[in-house]
């Protein structure tokens, strides 16, 4: 008896997903040990924190797939591209990855939606709100970059920005859980 209870067009796409959280999962960690190379430590902490949690999410993306009867499909991971040339330059890729990886999730709730797979579609809104955090926690560090100075930080804010990274929180409020009383 067939048990399966995801699509071929479903379960393709979240198989994809499984190897580009892989690949998130991958960038960080590369981008932790070009960070711990360059001497920021701080940086490198909260790069690694993030490697761990993108590599939970294709966990839980597993989990799913086989919880739903589908066959999971381990594919190769692309390597990470070049090393970011400075602390700027990291976090700009950061959220241009994170974009890119909203941009997938947004594609499996569409699908979700068109096949009226209503699973799917509820078991992927925890990544919709997820993409949301990462990509306000991405947009929220290059802010602080410009505001340190971007590519031309001073020795001494790097020093300072690097010391705060190390402590940064990885959870982010989210626009929609934002009230009055806690903005």
């Not at 490198?44 to 999410?57: G, K, V």
């Not at 699908?111 to 949301?132: G, L």
């Amino acid at each position: 008896m067939n048990t399966n209870r995801l699509s071929k067009t479903i379960s393709d796409a979240l198989n994809a997903q499984i190897t580009k959280e892989a690949h998130a999962s991958q960038i960080y960690l590369s981008y932790a040990a070009w960070a711990d190379g360059q001497g920021f430590g701080g940086i490198a902490n909260f790069l690694f924190r993030h490697a761990q949690e993108e590599r939970n999410h294709m966990m839980k993306i597993l989990e799913y797939i086989l919880k739903r009867g589908a066959k999971v499909e381990v594919t190769a991971i692309p390597a990470p591209s070049e090393n970011p040339v400075n602390i700027n330059n990291c976090f700009e890729k950061i959220f241009e990855h994170e974009v890119d990886n909203t941009k997938a999730v947004y594609k499996i709730v569409k699908m979700s939606h068109e096949e009226e797979d209503w699973a799917t579609w509820d078991f992927m809104q925890w990544f919709v709100k997820e993409q949301v955090e990462e990509e306000t926690l991405a947009m929220n560090l290059l802010d602080k970059i410009k505001i340190a100075g971007g590519e031309k930080m001073s020795s001494d804010v790097l020093y300072s920005f690097d010391r705060n990274m190390e402590k940064t929180s990885d959870e982010v409020t989210a626009a929609q859980d934002v009230t009055t009383e806690s903005p």
